[in-house]
């Protein structure tokens, strides 16, 4: 048994958290986990909890599933690191072979349009090398001034400076303001709070028109647009409308830029299919892949790029047209042997079909707290949801963040044994992919009681 008190004051006197106001973690008793099984962690003091956010949105196939840990034992009795910087290595080779014969557009043509795998460790990585992809090829093609980037209001694209510089969360941003690149933003597809001021869908679309004529004033100035496909996943789980993705995609062909999309949170099976890409049959240039990669177990990320781009990068060594960019665990082989058997779960488990009846009861649950006194707006795709509190229905009012309403919600769901994190006033539920339906209604249950006691 753990001696959690002596774990808690060790916590709180060494360990610096993420997104986190440090002075009300000293006052609160965390929760520290132990261990895991399938949705469910248990603590140190043995009480149990669902995982209803897929530990931070990287959780698959659950916890201590037998054919991951298999193939990270498997790889740890062969070699735990080396490096592709000047070697390779067999499951990075392995995993390559695999990913790029997966990913949008694969099997459109006899050869994948996405064919170049650079792996990095993280999502944030995956964007910076997208990033700078984008913008070295440009100029390795002979194109001058594409020195810039549109991105998304709303969007979240990681905490390194390059991704918060194409991020547009201003809670967590604007404090970095004179660190970061200037970059052209597009309003966000957000329909329940329209910056346009229009609905759908009598709006046509307008937020595309929005970035149609950014694109048309600035074009030669963008290298890329970059965009979260479907779902702005940390901006506040916001759903794109019908056809908006796909709208991009036509945009950025029409204006030269490349199209990088950040599957980080939406891929692997999220949205109820493989990739979000796939929904409005979108192939973009660069694609950035990283949270559920590895089922959730290892830190690895990989940005996969067209063969037309990977090519702008070729010459002899005194063009200088490498790719200067690379991570001490760039490719690291157990990473990519956790994803080697993450994929393979997919594949016997039929995962993605196996998804359809519990998205139909996961929508059908949400709806009964659409109806809900103070629940805005609820929205979905696949197995990701945000459930957005207002103050006033009628009006929208939002309730002012310094409330917390979103955590008052996610703490009593702790009370009832359901692990969530809120965003802001939005509830955001992200089970792993293997939940059951029993596990699912429960949850939904346990959301519905939490809200009506707290709001
Ligand atoms: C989480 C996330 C990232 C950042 O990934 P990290 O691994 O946290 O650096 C980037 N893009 C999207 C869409 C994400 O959801």
Redesign the pocket.
């Known amino acids: 048994m753990h001696d959690a008190g002596n774990l808690e004051d060790s916590d709180k006197k060494h360990i610096w958290h993420p997104f986190t106001q440090m002075k009300e973690w000293a006052e609160e008793h965390p929760i520290i986990i132990a261990e895991g099984e399938g949705c469910f962690l248990t603590d140190v003091s043995g009480r149990r909890y669902l995982d209803g956010v897929s530990s931070l ?1 990287v959780n698959i196939h659950g916890h201590r599933k037998q054919e991951i840990n298999e193939a990270v034992r498997s790889q740890l009795d062969k070699i735990a690191h080396t490096t592709l910087l000047g070697l390779s290595n067999v499951p990075a080779i392995q995993l390559a072979e695999r990913l790029v014969k997966l990913l949008p557009g694969a099997g459109l043509l006899p050869d994948p349009v996405l064919s170049r795998v650079f792996y990095s460790d ?3 990585t995956a ?1 910076e090398v997208a990033l700078k992809m984008a913008f070295q090829y440009w100029r390795q093609k002979g194109v001058e001034g594409k020195h810039s980037f549109l991105s998304l209001n709303n969007a ?4 390194t400076i390059g ?1 918060v510089s194409v991020g547009g969360v201003d809670i967590f941003h604007n404090v970095f303001g004179p660190l970061l690149f200037k970059t052209f933003r597009a309003a966000s597809p957000y329909c329940y709070r329209c910056e346009l001021k229009k609905s759908h869908p009598d709006c046509g679309l307008a937020c595309l028109q929005n970035m149609e004529s950014l694109l048309s004033s600035h074009h030669q100035e963008i290298a890329a647009v970059i965009i ?1 496909p479907l779902v702005q ?2 901006g506040g789980m916001i759903v794109s409308p019908p056809g908006y993705l796909r709208g991009v995609r036509e945009l950025a062909t029409k204006y030269n830029v490349l199209l990088i999309a ?1 599957e ?2 939406t891929g692997f099976g999220r949205t109820g299919a493989m990739f979000a890409c796939g929904h409005e049959a979108v192939v973009p240039d660069i694609i950035c892949i ?2 559920g990669l590895t089922g959730g177990y290892l830190p690895l990320a990989a940005t996969v790029a067209s063969e037309e781009i990977y090519a702008a990068f070729l010459g002899d060594f005194r063009d200088l047209k490498t790719f200067f960019h690379g991570h001490s665990y760039t490719g690291n082989p157990l990473g990519c042997a956790a994803a080697l058997a993450c994929l393979d779960i997919f594949e016997h488990e039929r995962v993605i079909e196996g998804m359809a009846p519990k998205i139909e009861l996961f929508g059908k649950e949400l709806q009964a707290i659409a109806g809900m006194g103070h629940v805005g707006d609820v929205r979905h795709r696949g197995l990701m949801a945000g459930i957005e509190l207002v103050r006033d229905k009628e009006t929208r009012e939002p309730y002012a963040w310094e409330e917390k309403r979103g955590w008052q919600v996610a703490l009593k769901a702790r009370e009832k044994g359901l692990l969530i994190r809120p965003l802001g006033n939005v509830i955001v539920l992200m089970p792993p992919l293997s939940i059951t339906a029993e596990e699912l209604a429960w949850m939904l249950g346990v959301v519905r009681e939490s809200i009506r006691e707290v709001i």
């Open positions: 949105w993280n999502g944030s964007v979240y694209h990681g905490d991704a979260e996943a940390a950040d980080v949170a990283s949270k």
